[in-house]
C-alpha cells in the first residue's frame, strides 16, 4: 500500500514539483546534447562556418547580403508620411465619393 502512494503524485503537492522540475531538466539537458551534435555535425561533416569572420562582419549587412538590416528613418518616415497624407487628402476622398455616385 505504501508503495502505491509513492507513484501517486497528483496526491501529494511536493512529489507532483520534484517530477515536474525533473521532466523540465531532463527536456533542458536534452535541447542542449541534441543543439551540440547538430552544431558538430554542421561544422565537421558538412564543413560549414558557424561564423562569420571579424573581416566579414566589419563589412557589414549590405555587402553580405545585399541589403540593409536597418534603413534610414528619415527615409522610411517619409514615404510613411506621404502615403498616409495621401489616404487622408480630401482629394482622395471627393474621387472615391464621385465613383460611388456612378
Known amino acids: 500500500m505504501r508503495n502505491r502512494q ?16 525533473l521532466a523540465a531538466l531532463t527536456i533542458i539537458v536534452w ?12 561544422k565537421y561533416v558538412f564543413r560549414i562556418k558557424l561564423r562569420f569572420s571579424d573581416e566579414e562582419l566589419l563589412i557589414g549587412d549590405v555587402a553580405i547580403h545585399g541589403e540593409e538590416a536597418y534603413p534610414q528613418e528619415d527615409a522610411l518616415s ?15 476622398e471627393a474621387s472615391a465619393s464621385a465613383k460611388d455616385k456612378k
Open 78 to 92: 517619409s514615404k510613411l508620411s506621404a502615403s498616409a497624407g495621401a489616404e487622408a487628402s480630401p482629394t482622395t
Open 6 to 21: 509513492w507513484f501517486n503524485f497528483l496526491e501529494d503537492p511536493r512529489l507532483y514539483r520534484i517530477v515536474q522540475f
Open 31 to 42: 535541447d542542449g546534447a541534441v543543439t551540440f551534435a547538430i552544431w558538430m555535425i554542421i
